[in-house]
């Protein structure tokens, strides 16, 4: 119960107070709380204006094969969700993510504020906030729970990002106040570990899940809070203490190791849980996301004098390259009236598995009357068999009854993929000599013909010099998952880049985790382009003046595509009384290496010429490219009219002189000014 926080001098008060300290999942919802649900589990965000941001969690089904945890407390929220809360530390300072708050959760400390309030999208609700350059957005949402297979977990994430122009140091803390129904002081469990007192976990210490029960016999509610899972961020430390110290220490406190659970400066249980995430440097521009899953836990039970409960990952995979552990836990209760002697628990396996280390039965020896112990093996697949697989574990006593839980386990074999990869068999040169088409699509499709899910595919198009990926665009895709016997087309748009040219092979290469990789290849025939001696203005309308002052135009003078090319003069010609060269600069076509090559002519000037602007590539191999730029005349606009930017005369060095050169010259339209 959470009266106590609530409780004022005034007795009087004490029947309206005793209803929000009472009043669960299944009370009247608040005009003030954003929700979201599933068959499983409802997700509640305050809305504010204060304690804004602030989240709980119920269950609505829960456990469909336990009638006792429907519409149970997971996150302690009362109709308007405060005692759980997020900090942000940012530069040293910390502020409480969402509004300020009026009870004792964070009282008094700075807070963020609320740049857009609690709102649903899809399924999630997302709320965001701001502290000078740092955007703060947090998002509650329905996962997946590692144990259970079934979106009975809130996915709670957090994505800070720089917006400024400095790097900040950025870290978060995450306050679950936790509760099971009306159990606010259940013991905490961790990997081997019962926790009853102030406990502290960090580095190896850190399981993959941690669990609460108040009882294997007749238990409410059994939570879990997922560390690592694919998508979440393993916080850097864990500490399970009691609600008040987190209460009023918004970051860093006197940890009270080895202090039971007692809610600080009361006398109730109430066991909360932090996740922390050390500052660390956020650059500019850059993003950083804190992502955990709180929940329904997954355990099987097997209710007796001795009590047992089961739980592991209700499904993992088997890899060709490096089969992985997982943790298998076994809970032990005595729920008879006496105690039980010469107490062991055993671990059985189905063929497919087996102990990655230790001896498959502990002995827990002497187990009194309500006491829980608790085993943790590790287990790796094998390989030998895929699908469902069981485990077991046998509880055994001198003087009581035996008992046994069976868990089943989905044990995937790798996927087996296989590709297809399509594209133009070849391409077309056009009359302005360009390639067609361009850009082309090159396509792949991956099937999975195994007989399980495939995770985390990756499918990387290689494409040789010659072509090039057209506009924005990753070479190597991703997908969450490939179903069994369905195919995933992924599309890459393509373009020719001109050099090197003829029969271009192009491939493409696709993993899965734990799938041996496959390839798939094909062949674009690209023809050789007729070279092109081409005039590029900056642009080619402009005003006369801009800001006042005569308007300044780069024109370029591009080679596409140089093949072997050693050199070049060009003269240019335009119209004098329209505009004016200011100066001529070298493009890369005579730079090596950071270094200026020579001979260069910036060319010699008359009346509507520049003449024999160049130079020779005498100290530096011949270039091949795409395209070269051989060098840029800056002209200034004098009067309104229209001048072509023409090429007169031509000398190239490299490829035979460049016989079949074709230019395209280039035009200035100088437009008068307002």
């Not at 669990?211 to 509610?221: H, N």
């Not at 500052?279 to 996301?289: C, N, Q, V, W, Y």
């Not at 004098?576 to 260069?600: C, D, H, K, N, Q």
């Amino acid at each position: 119960m959470r009266a106590s926080r609530f409780i004022l001098i005034n007795t009087a008060f004490l029947t309206l107070l005793l209803v929000p300290a009472l009043a669960g999942a299944g009370q009247a919802p608040s005009d003030r709380v954003v929700s979201t649900e599933n068959e499983f589990i409802r997700i509640r965000v305050n809305a504010g204006p204060a304690e804004a941001g602030r989240f709980a969690v119920d269950t609505t089904g829960g456990d469909p094969s336990r009638a006792a945890d429907d519409a149970k407390v997971l996150i302690y929220g009362s109709r308007e969700p405060w005692t759980s809360y997020t900090t942000v530390i940012v530069d040293g300072a910390p502020y409480v993510f969402g509004g300020p708050s009026e009870r004792r959760a964070g009282q008094g400390a700075q807070v963020t504020g609320i740049a857009a309030s609690p709102h649903r999208s899809g399924e999630a609700i997302e709320t965001s906030a701001r502290v000078g350059d740092i955007e703060i957005s947090q998002e509650l949402t329905f996962a997946r729970s590692p144990t259970t297979r079934v979106k009975d977990a809130a996915l709670i994430t957090y994505r800070v990002t720089n917006r400024g122009a400095r790097t900040s140091t950025v870290g978060l803390r995450m306050v679950l106040d936790t509760m099971l129904g009306a159990n606010d002081g259940a013991p905490l469990r961790a990997g081997g570990r019962a926790i009853t007192s102030a406990t502290q976990l960090s580095g190896s210490e850190l399981p993959d899940y941690w669990q609460a029960f108040d009882s294997l016999a007749q238990p409410a509610v059994i939570s879990q809070g997922t560390l690592r899972a694919p998508g979440l961020t393993p916080p850097d430390r864990l500490e399970m203490v009691d609600w008040g110290t987190l209460a009023d220490s918004p970051w860093q406190f006197s940890f009270p190791t080895g202090a039971d659970f007692t809610r600080r400066g009361e006398e109730s249980q109430d066991t909360a849980v932090a996740l922390y995430w050390n500052p660390a440097p956020l650059e500019p521009g850059k993003s950083r996301i804190y992502a955990t899953m709180y929940g329904v836990g997954g355990v099987s039970l097997s209710p007796a004098q001795l009590s047992l409960g089961l739980t592991a990952p209700a499904e993992v995979d088997f890899q060709y390259d490096e089969a992985k552990a997982f943790s298998v836990i076994a809970y032990l209760e005595n729920s008879g009236g006496f105690a039980s002697r010469g107490t062991k628990l055993a671990l059985e396996l189905s063929e497919g598995l087996e102990l990655a280390e230790g001896q498959p039965t502990v002995e827990v020896g002497l187990l009194q009357p309500g006491q829980t112990k608790q085993a943790v093996w590790r287990v790796i697949p094998t390989g030998k068999a895929t699908g469902t697989l069981q485990i077991s574990a046998t509880a055994t006593s001198e003087n009581l009854e035996p008992n046994r839980v069976t868990r089943d386990i989905l044990v995937n074999s790798p996927p087996q993929l296989s590709a297809k990869l399509t594209a133009p068999d070849r391409l077309s040169v056009t009359r302005d000599n360009r390639y067609s088409p361009s850009p082309f699509q090159v396509s792949a499709e991956i099937t999975n013909r195994g007989a399980q899910v495939g995770r985390s595919l990756a499918a990387t198009l290689s494409l040789p010099g010659g072509l090039a990926l057209a506009g924005e665009g990753d070479a190597t895709r991703l997908a969450e998952r490939i179903e069994p016997g369905k195919t995933i087309t992924l599309n890459w748009s393509v373009r020719a880049v001109g050099l090197p040219t003829g029969e271009l092979p192009v491939t493409l290469n696709a993993s899965a985790a734990g799938a041996k990789p496959t390839a798939a290849r094909c062949v674009v025939v690209v023809p050789r382009l007729t070279p092109e001696l081409r005039v590029h203005p900056a642009a080619q309308s402009v005003p006369l003046l801009t800001d006042g002052q005569p308007t300044m135009v780069p024109v370029a003078v591009k080679l596409v595509p140089a093949r072997d090319f050693a050199g070049a003069l060009v003269s240019l010609s335009y119209d004098p009384t329209i505009v004016e060269p200011l100066y001529v600069s070298r493009g890369e076509g005579f730079v090596e290496a950071g270094r200026l090559l020579s001979p260069w002519s910036a060319g010699r000037g008359a009346a509507g010429v520049i003449a024999d602007i160049g130079g020779e590539r005498s100290d530096a191999p011949a270039l091949n490219a795409a395209e070269v730029t051989l060098f840029t005349v800056v002209f200034m606009a004098k009067q309104p009219g229209e001048t072509d930017i023409g090429i007169e005369a031509t000398a190239m060095a490299g490829a035979g002189g460049i016989s079949d050169l074709r230019v395209v010259n280039g035009t200035i339209s100088v437009q008068p000014a307002e």
